[in-house]
């Protein structure tokens, strides 16, 4: 039997994921939401996308996996005005963990987020 | 080789409408190629254009109107060999200056552009936030536009919809403006009507 833990709605889970990273870095004092964005794969073959702009829109997603999974690898783009890299990576930490006690699962994170001081250069 | 730029805020809808044209390109058999730049250090925009089925070149990790202007001319001069394509629709980062993105095209050592076109995204959800607190680059992108795309206009209310065109036809008096939805795309023909004519003539 397969002991590994399931994902039910990865979808769900992935709208939820972004929606809780754009309230944690509006309440960090994120001074604009600009775009959080996620390209996700499934073990299976299947993957799909969401994107979310505000926090009141939610996020939307597209394309496949309306089945469970048993794992999810995110390419995940957070990006926001008026936070450092690393109050942005506690939140995407800090959110993952907060869903754990919804749907028991590990993560990891390959590549953390950087800074990127697009502005000083006009 | 016609250039077709696509500038516009983060998140405003450019890799959705490029998606679509790429689409449409497709489908007429038209040789095209999409280059993608992303400010992020993972590129997303690039796997989704990538289901359009055209080749697809990404530029990550910088913005191609000041920090890898050299990469996007390089990449350009690639994708005309590779290829040689009819059209070629660049994405710019939302965050990008469409001014300079055209200077840095100047330096472009290959054959003559046929025709570059700059279109600005507009998303009216977040137009009158987004203007207020980011206006030199907000206006910057709608300024130097040859056209205006009001996306998301499903979403949006009609009255969001027709401040957004009233202040983007004030801020550049001679772009023509669409609007578009899911359910109501742009049609190539309107982008490029000397180059691409009008489906089913």
């Known amino acids: ?122 | 080789m016609i250039l077709l730029v696509f500038v516009g805020f983060l998140g405003s809808g450019k890799t959705t409408l490029i998606l679509d044209l790429a689409r449409q390109l497709a489908a007429d058999g038209r040789r095209s190629c999409i280059i993608v730049n992303e400010v992020g250090e993972i590129g997303i925009d690039q796997q989704v254009l990538a289901e359009s089925g055209m080749p697809v070149r990404e530029l990550v990790a910088g913005c191609i109107c000041c920090q890898i202007t050299v990469d996007l001319i390089t990449t350009l001069q690639e994708v005309a060999a590779a290829f040689a394509p009819d059209i070629v629709l660049v994405e710019a980062s939302g965050v990008a200056a469409p001014p300079a993105i055209l200077e840095a095209l100047s330096y472009y050592p290959g054959e003559r552009f046929a025709a570059v076109h700059t279109v600005a995204v507009v998303d009216p959800t977040r137009f009158e936030a987004l203007h207020e607190v980011l206006q030199p680059l907000i206006e910057s992108q709608i300024a130097a536009a040859d056209r205006i795309v009001i996306t998301k206009i499903d979403e949006a209310g009609v009255a969001q919809v027709a401040e957004t065109e009233r202040t983007v036809r004030r801020l550049n008096t001679g772009a023509p403006v669409d609007q578009v939805s899911p359910g109501h795309s742009l049609e190539l023909s309107a982008l490029l009507p000397g180059a691409y004519p009008k489906r089913g003539r």
């Open chain 1, 1 to 122: 039997m397969d002991r590994r833990p399931r994902f039910a709605d990865p979808r769900r889970l992935v709208a939820d994921f972004l929606e809780a990273v754009a309230r944690c870095c509006d309440e960090k004092g994120a001074s604009v939401i600009g775009h959080l964005k996620c390209y996700a794969h499934l073990p299976e073959g299947d993957h799909f996308r969401c994107s979310l702009t505000s926090t009141r829109a939610g996020a939307r997603c597209e394309g496949a996996a309306g089945r469970q999974t048993h794992a999810l690898e995110l390419d995940l783009a957070v990006l926001v005005y008026g936070l450092t890299s690393r109050e942005v990576g506690a939140c995407v930490t800090g959110v993952l963990e907060n869903l754990r006690s919804r749907e028991p699962f590990d993560f990891s994170l390959q590549s953390p987020s950087t800074s990127h001081d697009h502005g000083d250069d006009h």
